[in-house]
């Protein structure tokens, strides 16, 4: 069956970094969009950055264009999200989610499958 699995969470200090990594199993990685989303207590989910299948296109939330970058490592079948200059209202817990539509969509429902989430809490 298809398994997403998100690491790198934790405490993190405002202004710190931190990478996230999703490992995909039981799908053909290469062929999927591959999205990072969040939800913070008491609020929707939102999206935060989507990479194509090639990792040549991506498109990123304002909220954290120039602090977040997303790559994808197709032969590990890992995604990635690099964290920079992280603020307090990043705390949220991250979805990793994969996508078998072949354009980037910034809407949870067009995603096809969930990872379990990693808390990431910024906090001094």
């Known amino acids: 069956q298809v398994q997403l699995v998100e690491s790198g969470g934790g405490l993190m200090q405002p202004g710190g970094s931190q990478r996230l990594s999703c490992a995909a199993s039981?799908?053909?990685?290469?062929?999927?969009?591959m999205g990072w989303f969040r939800q913070a207590p008491g609020k929707e989910r939102e999206f935060v950055v989507a990479?194509?299948?090639?990792?040549?296109?991506?498109v990123y939330a304002d909220s954290v264009k120039g602090r977040f970058t997303i790559s994808r490592d197709n032969a590990k079948k890992t995604v990635y999200l690099q964290m920079n200059m992280l603020k307090p209202e990043d705390t949220a817990v991250y979805y990793c989610?994969?996508?078998?539509?072949?354009?980037?969509?910034?809407?949870?429902?067009?995603?096809?499958?969930w990872g379990q989430g990693t808390q990431v809490t910024v906090s001094s």
């Open positions: 989610a994969a996508d078998r539509v072949g354009i980037i969509s910034r809407s949870p429902s067009e995603y096809d499958y």
């Open positions: 990479i194509n299948q090639s990792g040549g296109s991506t």
């Open positions: 039981g799908l053909t990685f290469r062929i999927y969009i």
